[in-house]
């Protein structure tokens, strides 16, 4: 099931990211740490009372310096409009309303989807009543919040999940299909690639069609498996808006990424690594999605050593060393169906459990090999389970987590990744501190 899309816009300052944060902090803080990209979060799943939905900060997406904030807020309504399932239109209550929340009110007057009117900084009572001014804007009752101090957050989520469609949208394919996301810049080759894909004559297209609005679905078997390719190319407004294609990249990949299993990023052998393509890699990995690369075009560049290629690339994106390398020519069609069965192997090592008795035997022997001390204490592990899969997230009971390092972290990480391959897939090791023993 897909979930839904609570997109928060609103001019700078008025409080989007603090109350961004306090939705979504709970969840993010289990994420592990990811050296070498810019932790700017823009979108986090979230839950509330049991109905779990993604939340985007549309204003702390990207966009050109050069844009005006008028361009900006009117792109931020226009995606929130298109994307969304509930919009939080965010002003600030001590201001009052301001032109530029005119200019969103306009535009998001067309929309379809319910807008809900937060007047944030309402940090007592006496600033709720200052928040009907914001009656003016056209949108029903404004609903005043402090985000800073969490005042009536609990209140604005449970209007959230009110206004949330009643059931996800059911996911039209069936429940083992194994999802794939074609993911990078435009002009990467995206769209040829799945077309040399489909044009090989061992490929059998099904016709199940597909359904979302901002991509475009294709399905078909491949060894014995249902293969969704959720393509993301499609819809180009480079023209329409200026400056603002890479934000278009990054969530219509971050949408895509949403709904797949594993996550294929298309890179140009001929241009080498562009921040834009390490932005998109760093959300695939974020996302806790399997990851596929796929050097494309290689064509272009056909004497260069493969070898060295991909090392040199790797060094870029480190938090993707489990990614595996795959190189491809769309022209040509050399290793379209590679990257395919590649993408399918990624996908069965995020589906895979080690049974909990391994996996304890496992860190024990990499704790016993090189023991782990810091101010006299040593680091003890009473008890490790594998919580859940897509990603194998294992969580650790140990003597004091204060203890657990990072680069220790990485290092069981590694003893783990020894015994199963897993790779394609990120492994997140969660800390806990173990109850007391009983004497
Ligand atoms: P954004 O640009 O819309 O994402 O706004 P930020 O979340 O960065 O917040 C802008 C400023 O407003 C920061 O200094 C926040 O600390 C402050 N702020 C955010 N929420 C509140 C609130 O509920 N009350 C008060 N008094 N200040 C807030
Ligand atoms: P998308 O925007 O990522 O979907 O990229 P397209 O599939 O539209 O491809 C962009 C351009 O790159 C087109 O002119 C393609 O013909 C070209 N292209 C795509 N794949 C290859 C390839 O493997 N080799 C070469 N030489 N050109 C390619």
């Known amino acids: 099931m897909d979930k839904s899309l609570v997109a928060i816009v609103g001019r700078p300052n008025v409080g989007k990211s603090t109350l961004f944060n306090r ?42 310096d050069q844009d005006p904030l008028k361009a900006e807020v009117t792109v931020q309504a226009q995606v ?41 900084k309402a940090d007592n009572d006496y600033r709720d009543q200052d928040s009907t001014e914001f009656y003016a804007l056209g949108f029903g009752e404004p609903f005043p919040v402090s985000a800073l101090n969490g005042r009536s957050v609990a209140d604005l989520l449970d209007e959230i999940v009110r206004k949330l469609p009643e059931e996800g949208k059911e996911s039209p394919y069936p429940e083992d299909a194994i999802k794939i996301a074609i993911i990078g810049r435009p002009n990467v080759g995206k769209s040829s690639i799945i077309n040399a894909i489909l044009g090989e004559k061992r490929v059998i297209v099904s016709d199940i069609p597909g359904t979302t609005r901002d991509a475009i679905d294709t399905v078909f078997e491949r060894k014995e498996n249902t293969v969704v390719l959720i393509d993301t190319a499609g819809i180009r407004r480079a023209g329409k808006i200026q400056g603002s294609v890479e934000y278009y990249t990054v969530l219509r990949a971050v949408r895509a990424m949403e709904r797949a299993d594993v996550a294929m990023i298309i890179i140009d052998a001929h241009d080498g690594l562009k921040d834009g393509d390490k932005r998109v890699a760093g959300f695939a990995h974020e996302a806790g999605r399997a990851c596929v690369i796929v050097v494309n075009k290689w064509d272009l560049v056909s004497e260069e050593d ?46 895979m459990r080690i049974p909990t008795g391994e996996l304890n035997r496992i860190l024990q022997d990499a704790v016993d090999k ?31 987590p204060d203890l657990a390092h990072f680069s220790y972290v990485r290092y069981l990480e590694n003893a783990i990744r020894r015994e199963y391959a897993y790779e394609g897939t990120p492994l997140r090791l969660i800390v806990r501190k173990a109850k007391k023993e009983r004497k």
């Open 80 to 120: 929130a409009m298109e994307e969304a399932d509930v919009i939080l239109f965010m002003v600030d209550a001590v201001i009052g309303v301001h032109p530029l929340d005119q200019e969103i009110a306009d535009h998001l007057r067309g929309s379809t989807k319910p807008v809900i009117v937060v007047a944030n």
């Open 23 to 64: 939705i979504v902090g709970r969840r993010i803080a289990i994420v592990e740490d990811t050296a070498g990209i810019t932790r700017d979060r823009l979108y986090a799943e979230a839950d509330w009372n049991g109905k779990e939905f993604v939340m985007i900060d549309t204003g702390g997406l990207l966009l050109n």
């Open 306 to 351: 493969m070898k060295q290629y991909a090392q040199k690339l790797l060094v870029q994106i480190p938090f993707l060393s489990y990614a595996p390398l795959v190189f491809t020519s769309a022209i040509t069609k050399m290793g379209v169906m590679d990257a395919v069965d590649t993408a399918l192997d990624a996908a069965s090592n995020h589906a």
């Open 370 to 400: 090189h023991p782990y001390a810091r101010k006299g204490k040593d680091l003890r592990i009473k008890y490790v389970t594998m919580t859940e899969v897509k990603p194998p997230t294992i969580v650790m009971f140990v003597n004091d």
